[in-house]
C-alpha cells in the first residue's frame, strides 16, 4: 500500500492534522477523513508560540541556588542560569542523593500525556534515564482508572489495557444492541483524545447511528450533556456516587421476578449464591430492593423496577465511564456493573454484555486488529519500591509509613528528589493545597516543561523542553490504523531542547552516556523505531515503506480489517475450553482472593458503601452541592489552558462552573457572574453558565484551569477556577488506591469582592544570573 503524497502532518492526543501555510507560519487542519475532529488543535499553535508562558532557558529556584531551603519552594523568584550550569546542579544532585540515600530516593512517577510521539515520550526518556544511573522509584496505575487496573484481573482475569482493546465493537452495539444503558454516560468532551494519538473520532457516529436506529439509551449520570448523541435518549439523573446502589437494586428486582439467568450464573461466574444471599438482604437484613435505593439515588422505585424489566427483556448493555470508578469505594460500581450484566446472560454476545470506557477516550470500542508497535526501550529498574499513583502527597507527608495496596503492606519511601517530565500534578492531583504542603518536604524538585505551569513554578530546576510541534516524531498507536510523521513546525522557543538531549546531557556527567543514547542520535533513533515496526507490519501480512518515502508522504494508512472485538465471547460459548485467569476460571461476582485480603473497605463481593462525601450523608446540610470534576471540552487535561481556544471558553477570565437556574437564584447568581466554590479543604472563583441539563444538587466544575491561589483580602482563594482545591485527596479503598476526584461536596455563593487578575499564565519572577551575589 503506498503513503498519500500529501503535505506536512502532525499528531496529538487529540487528533491528526495536515500542516498548511509557509515554513514559519503553519497551520492545521483536520484530515479529511476524520469525521469528527476536535477543535482543541485551534489553540495548539499560539500556545507553543506563547512567549508569556514558554520557558525560555533552564532556571533555578533563588532560595535552593543560594541555601538549599525548600519552605518557599511555593513562593519564590527563579535565576535564569546556562545549559552546563543547571545540568551541572542535576548531576551533582543526583550524585549526592543516591551516594547518601540510595535510588531510593528518587521519586520519578512523572505522569503525564505530554505528546502522541513514539520517541520523545517525555516519561520513557525520563526511566530511561534512571535506570542507567540505578533506578528510582515510580508510580503504579493511573489517574483515569486505577480502581479497574487493580480490580479487573481479580474479577475478569484480564489487565485493564487488555479488557479495553477487546472491547465490544462500537459498531456491533450499533447492529446488534437494543437498550445501552450508560453509567455515567458517553462523553463528547472524552471521545474527543486518547493516549498515543488518533486518527479518526468515530465514536459520535456510532451513537448517532445506534440512537436514529431506535434503540434506547438510558443516560445515568448527574448530568444529561454526558451522553454525546440526540435521540431516544432518556436521563436518570441519579445523584452522584450512588450508581452501586442504583446496580444493586436492579440486580434485586431481575431476581425477584425472576428474569435473571440462572444457567449462565451458575456455569460461568463464581459466588452467585453469596451474592444473591447479599441482595435479598438474608447476610444483612437489608434487601436491596428498589424501595431501599430509590432513598438512596433520588431515582423513584417505579423508574428502577421498569427499567430492571425493560433490561432483562431487550438486548442489554450496560456500560461504565471511566469516571464512575474514580470516587470513594470506586472498584465497587464497576464490580456490581459487572455482576448486573451476569445476571442478564448477555454476556459475549454481540452489541450486549458489559463495557467499560466507551467513549472515555476515543478508541475503546474501535474495530480492527491491535499491531504492537515498537517502544523506546526503558531498561530494567533495581529499585522494587512504588507507590500508587495517586498517593504521591502520602508518600512525601508520611515517608516510613506502611500503606495497603492490592492485598499487600508497603512502606513509602523517603524521597529526597522529585522529578516530574511531561506532566502537571498541580491540574490532576486532588486537594492542591495539602499537596502544596507536602511540595515542601523533598530536598529537591525537578521538573522538564515547556511552559511556565504551577508544577513548574513550585520545582528548584526548572529545564525548559520543546512541545511536539517543534521536532521530528512518529505518532504509533495500536489501537489506531494509521501512521502519522509528526513533522517539526517550529523553532524550539528560546533555549529548549527535547527530552533526550536533555538526559543525554545528564547522561554523560554520570557516565552512562553510551547506555541511555545506544549509540544513537535523534534522526538514528526514529530510523530504528521505524525498522521495528516494518518487521511488525511484516508479522502482520503487509508492508510498510521505507522511511525517507513516509516521512515525504507524512502518514501511512495500514490495510483495514473488520476484526470485530466481542468481550468474553470465548468464555461465554465454552468456559471449559476457554477458562478465565481468575481463581476460578469464572467471573467472579466473588472473589475469593479479595476475600482473603480480609479489607475494611472492599468486601469479596459488590457492596454499596457510603462515600466520605455524597449529598444523602449528614454532611449534606446548609445547601450543599455534588461537585463534578469531569474532563474539559476545549483542551486536553490542563494542556494548551493558555491557548487560545481554552481561553476563549473561560467566563469572567476563568473556569466556567455549571450551574441549574433554580440554584443558581437561591445564591442570587446570574449568567456570568463570578461565584465562590468553597470547603474545608479550599475555595475557588468561578465563572457561572446556567443550564437546566444538570441535577439542582450539582455544579460541574471541568479540570485543567492552571493553578492560580492568590490571598484576597485575607482569603486564600485559588482566582481561576481549578476544582482540585476542594476534592479529597483519598484513595478508593485499601485495594486500588485509586483517586477519589468525583467524591465532594461543596458550597457555593456569589463573590461580591474584588474580582482578581488570573496569574496563572504569567512567569514568576525571573533574575539573570548575573545579577545574583
Known amino acids: ?35 469528527a475532529p476536535s477543535p482543541i488543535a485551534r489553540g495548539w499553535i499560539d500556545a507553543a508560540r506563547d512567549t508569556s508562558t514558554r520557558i525560555a532557558r533552564p532556571a533555578v529556584r533563588k532560595g535552593w541556588l543560594e541555601r538549599r531551603e525548600t519552605v518557599n519552594r511555593c513562593r519564590d523568584s527563579f535565576v535564569e542560569v546556562d545549559w552546563d550550569t543547571a545540568l551541572d546542579l542535576v548531576a551533582e544532585e543526583l550524585k549526592r542523593v543516591t551516594g547518601e540515600h540510595g535510588n531510593q530516593a528518587i521519586f520519578a512517577g512523572s505522569y503525564g500525556w505530554a505528546s502522541a510521539g513514539r520517541f520523545h515520550h517525555a516519561q520513557s526518556q525520563l526511566r530511561r534515564f534512571l535506570n542507567t544511573i540505578g533506578g528510582f522509584v515510580p508510580a503504579r496505575d493511573t489517574y483515569s482508572h486505577a480502581a479497574a487496573e487493580v480490580l479487573l484481573p481479580h474479577i475478569v482475569g484480564m489487565t485493564n489495557r ?5 472491547m465490544t465493537s462500537l459498531q456491533l452495539v450499533a447492529d446488534h444492541c437494543e437498550l445501552l444503558i450508560a453509567f455515567g454516560g458517553i462523553s463528547a468532551r472524552t471521545a474527543q483524545i486518547t493516549s498515543s494519538g488518533t486518527s479518526c473520532h468515530e465514536v459520535d457516529g456510532w451513537l448517532a447511528k445506534f440512537a436514529a436506529g431506535g434503540s434506547a439509551v438510558v443516560n445515568v449520570s448527574p448530568q444529561r450533556s454526558d451522553f454525546a448523541a440526540e435521540g431516544n435518549v432518556r436521563w436518570l439523573a441519579v445523584r452522584p456516587n450512588t450508581d452501586t446502589a442504583l446496580m444493586l437494586a436492579l440486580a434485586h428486582t431481575v431476581l425477584s421476578k425472576g428474569l435473571h439467568d440462572e444457567a449462565f450464573l451458575q456455569t460461568r461466574c463464581n459466588g452467585w449464591r453469596t451474592f444473591k444471599a447479599y441482595l435479598t438482604g438474608e447476610t444483612d437484613g437489608i434487601a436491596k430492593s428498589a424501595a431501599w435505593a430509590a432513598q438512596i439515588c433520588s431515582v423513584s422505585e417505579d423508574e428502577i423496577i421498569d427499567l430492571a424489566t425493560e433490561m432483562a427483556r431487550k438486548r442489554t448493555m450496560i456500560t461504565l465511564a471511566w469516571g464512575i470508578q474514580r470516587a470513594d469505594h470506586g472498584e465497587q460500581p464497576l464490580w456490581a456493573g459487572l455482576a448486573l450484566a451476569a445476571m442478564l446472560g448477555q454476556i459475549g454476545q454481540p452489541g450486549t454484555g458489559f463495557g467499560f470506557g466507551y467513549g472515555s477516550v476515543t478508541p475503546v470500542g474501535r474495530s480492527g486488529r491491535l499491531l504492537p508497535w515498537p517502544s523506546v526501550p526503558q531498561g530494567v529498574n533495581p529499585v522494587s519500591q512504588f507507590i500508587p499513583v495517586a498517593r504521591i502527597a502520602d508518600m512525601l507527608l508520611h515517608p516510613g509509613e506502611e500503606f495497603a495496596y492490592n492485598g499487600g503492606t508497603h512502606i513509602y519511601p523517603h524521597a529526597r528528589i522529585v522529578w516530574w517530565a511531561g506532566g502537571n500534578p498541580f491540574h490532576h492531583h486532588q486537594d492542591l493545597y495539602r499537596l502544596e504542603e507536602a511540595w515542601k518536604r523533598p530536598d529537591t524538585v525537578i521538573v522538564n516543561e515547556p511552559w511556565w505551569t504551577a508544577t513548574a513554578k513550585r520545582a528548584d530546576i526548572v529545564l525548559p523542553v520543546t512541545t511536539p510541534l517543534e521536532r521530528d516524531d512518529i505518532m504509533m498507536n495500536r489501537r489506531d490504523s494509521a ?24 547522561a554523560e556527567r554520570m557516565g552512562t552516556g553510551d547506555a541511555f543514547t545506544g549509540g544513537r542520535d535523534e534522526s538514528e533513533w526514529l530510523a530504528w523505531l521505524w525498522e521495528r515496526a516494518q518487521a511488525v507490519a511484516r508479522d502482520h501480512g503487509f508492508e510498510l515503506p521505507e522511511l525517507d518515502e513516509f516521512r515525504r508522504g507524512g502518514i501511512f494508512r495500514c490495510p483495514h480489517d473488520d476484526e470485530h472485538h466481542i468481550q468474553l465471547e470465548d468464555f461465554a460459548r465454552d468456559p471449559q475450553a476457554s477458562p478465565l485467569a481468575t481463581s476460578s476460571g469464572r467471573i467472579e461476582i466473588v472473589s475469593s482472593a479479595i476475600a482473603g485480603f480480609d479489607l475494611p473497605d472492599c468486601p469479596a463481593h459488590p457492596t454499596w458503601i457510603e462515600p466520605a462525601e455524597w449529598l444523602g450523608g449528614e454532611m449534606a446540610k446548609d445547601g450543599a452541592l455534588h461537585l463534578v470534576s469531569g474532563q474539559p471540552a476545549p483542551r486536553l487535561h490542563g494542556q494548551l489552558d493558555n491557548g487560545s481556544h481554552s ?37 475557588c472563583l468561578a465563572g457561572a453558565v446556567l443550564s437546566e441539563d444538570i441535577r439542582p444538587d450539582c455544579v460541574a466544575l471541568a479540570t485543567g484551569a492552571w493553578f492560580d491561589p492568590q490571598n484576597v483580602d485575607g482569603q486564600a482563594i485559588e482566582a481561576h477556577g481549578n476544582p482540585n482545591v476542594l476534592t479529597i485527596d483519598k484513595g478508593t479503598s485499601s485495594l486500588a488506591q485509586g483517586n477519589i476526584a468525583h467524591t465532594a461536596l461543596v458550597w457555593m455563593e456569589k463573590w461580591t469582592g474584588p474580582v482578581p487578575a488570573v496569574e496563572a499564565h504569567r512567569p514568576p519572577p525571573i533574575e539573570p544570573f548575573d545579577d545574583v551575589s
Open 1 to 35: 500500500m503506498k503513503t498519500q503524497v500529501a503535505s506536512r502532518y502532525t499528531a496529538a492526543h487529540w487528533g491528526t492534522y495536515r500542516v498548511d501555510g509557509p515554513p514559519g507560519d503553519p497551520r492545521l487542519a483536520p484530515i479529511d477523513d476524520d469525521p
Open 162 to 166: 487488555s479488557f479495553q482493546d477487546n
Open 483 to 506: 501512521l502519522v510523521w509528526m513533522s517539526r513546525l517550529l523553532e524550539p522557543a528560546g533555549e529548549a531542547r527535547c527530552d533526550h538531549a536533555v538526559f543525554r546531557g545528564l
Open 647 to 683: 481561553r476563549a471558553a473561560k467566563v469572567a477570565g476563568r473556569e466556567p462552573v455549571v450551574i441549574h437556574p433554580h440554584t443558581a437564584a437561591e445564591r442570587g447568581v446570574t449568567d456570568g457572574d463570578v461565584v465562590r466554590l468553597f470547603n474545608d479543604r479550599g475555595a
